[in-house]
């Protein structure tokens, strides 16, 4: 029987709230304020102090990113209480910062896995414990997201430039006249960002497309 914690709720639906109070305290856990807003939740969480804070990210009024703000300011103002956010999307910027500045006592998961009743009162035990439950789509979200700042941050603002016209099909030789170099600066450059995206010369021809591709992908990150 895992300890009984003291939890916050924050979701703008009226029926998801009520099934996760009914949830929880069919648990053993006491929810000792149910709210649909941000503002509210904050309020909550100053007045109850409670164990854990169970917050959805999107709330009103504009329904973006107000909860998973209130959860970063949270767990600034009193790092004691746990947070658990679920999500409807992986929202893989505020996920991978709220990670970043969290030690411990933090769950992000997508609403999808309330369904799994035992697991997910699992997981509200191993973050109201002082754990991480990171659920598996947010986990890979962060790593692609990650992947693509590499790519950003590996190349040199040239090799960029490269890269991009590459990307937009241009030859060698038009690339140079594009950026008024010599072609043989234009091979060295292109050398270069293939050893720096892990391209091996074994891939011939295909490096050409593999760069493009990872370059687009940084562009949508």
Known sequence: MTAPLRIVIAEDSVLLRA???????????????????????????????PDLALVDVRMPPSFTDEGIRAATLIRQQDPEVALLVLSQYVEERYASELIADSSGGLGYVLKDRVADVDGFLDVVATVGAGGTALDPEVVQQILV?????????????????????????????????????????????????????????????????????RYLESEEG
Do not use: C
């Open 145 to 213: 997201r990650s992947r693509r700042r590499r790519v950003r941050e590996a190349l040199t603002p040239r090799e960029l430039e490269v890269l991009q016209l590459m990307a937009e099909g241009r030859s060698n030789a038009a690339i140079a006249r594009t950026l008024f170099v010599s072609a043989g600066s234009v091979e060295k450059h292109i050398s270069s960002l293939f050893g720096k995206l892990g391209l091996a010369p074994e891939d011939g021809e295909n490096r050409r497309v593999l760069a493009v591709l």
């Open 19 to 49: 099934g996760l109070e009914r949830l929880l305290a069919e648990g053993g856990h006491e929810v000792v304020a149910a709210v649909g807003d941000a503002t509210a939740l904050l309020d909550a969480v100053t007045r109850h102090r």
